[in-house]
């Protein structure tokens, strides 16, 4: 078993400092150090957070002029990794999330090394009481957040990718700034063969909030979920899956400036380029049903 090298990544918008030293303290408790620590500010400009903080492994903070959204900033930090070519795994955390436990990192690279066909591992998200959502357990209906296993998906939150996989796959798609970011990664990730991991032994502590508290989320989630299928599903399933998203969303959204926000979107997302279209093959839509979540839910 090779033991695969480790980097932590962690995106900022600056608007977080006692989170973000919380967070890098908590990577800094590990019982094993990463070989790297890569800090974007996403249009912010970073402290030196390596001598206040006394991080391990090699520290680099990078300032983006500008806020290139999650996705993009994340872009970012694997760019750098790539050019430095020293680390096998990229640990992405949340900004406002806290691993409670000293043995996270070690746990990841345990599974990495056991696995050399997984590609992504999922956390699980609980808040400081020890309550899951339900929205951050990546399988459908109500499930208990402590199975673990081969999925379909996986939290942005706190999550592991191998970077041979991405070499494979390409990044996050940057264009999408906020919002099924993870999905249209999975989905690559799956048609090219590589398992993703639901693994709730590894915990990232954070806050429990709704993806709604952000401004442009109607607007964001509808334009980017009709990307994603245009971009990822084929031709057939398109329909069925924004049908089906259709309906959900009206018996969810209680918001009337909600809905118009995001029937908006999805105008936009009809509207504008998707981007590349790199449907999956249909045997891949029969191992995500098999998974438990074919691609129209």
Not at 61 to 70: K, Y
Not at 116 to 129: C, M, N, P, S
């Amino acid at each position: 078993m090779v033991e695969p090298r480790i980097a932590v990544a962690v995106v900022t918008m600056g608007n977080r400092p006692a989170e973000v030293d919380a967070l890098l303290e908590s990577v800094a408790k590990q019982d094993i150090e990463p070989a790297r620590i890569v800090i974007v500010g996403n249009g912010c400009r970073l402290p030196e957070f390596a001598e206040r903080l006394s991080l391990p492994g090699q520290v680099t903070t990078i300032d983006v002029e500008e806020n290139l959204g999650c996705p993009g900033g994340r872009n970012v930090a694997l760019a750098r990794l790539r050019a430095y070519g020293d680390v096998d795994i990229v640990v992405d955390l949340d900004d406002d999330g806290l691993l409670v436990d000293a043995d996270v990192l070690r746990r990841v690279r345990e599974l990495y090394a056991a696995d050399l066909r997984l590609g992504i591992v999922g956390f699980r998200i609980a808040d400081e009481h020890g309550e899951t959502q339900q929205r951050h357990v990546p399988r459908v209906g109500k499930s208990d957040p402590m199975r673990g296993g081969d999925v379909t998906g996986f939290l942005g939150g706190g999550h592991a990718l191998r970077m041979e996989m991405l070499a494979e796959t390409g990044d996050w798609p940057a264009e999408f700034f906020f919002a099924h970011e993870e999905t249209d990664l999975a989905w690559r990730a799956a048609d090219a063969g590589w398992k993703i991991r639901y693994a709730p032994e590894l915990l990232l502590q954070h806050p429990k909030t709704s993806p709604a508290r952000h401004a442009i989320y109607y607007r964001v989630n509808a334009r980017n979920r009709v990307w994603l299928v245009r971009r990822r599903l084929p031709l057939l399933l398109i329909p069925v899956h924004l049908g089906v998203w259709t309906l959900l969303t009206l018996a969810r959204t209680r918001s009337a400036a909600g809905l118009r926000a995001w029937f908006g979107g999805f105008a936009e997302g009809l509207r504008e380029s998707a981007g590349e279209r790199r449907p999956m093959r249909w045997r891949t839509v029969w191992r995500l049903t098999r998974l438990g979540r074919p691609p129209v839910i």
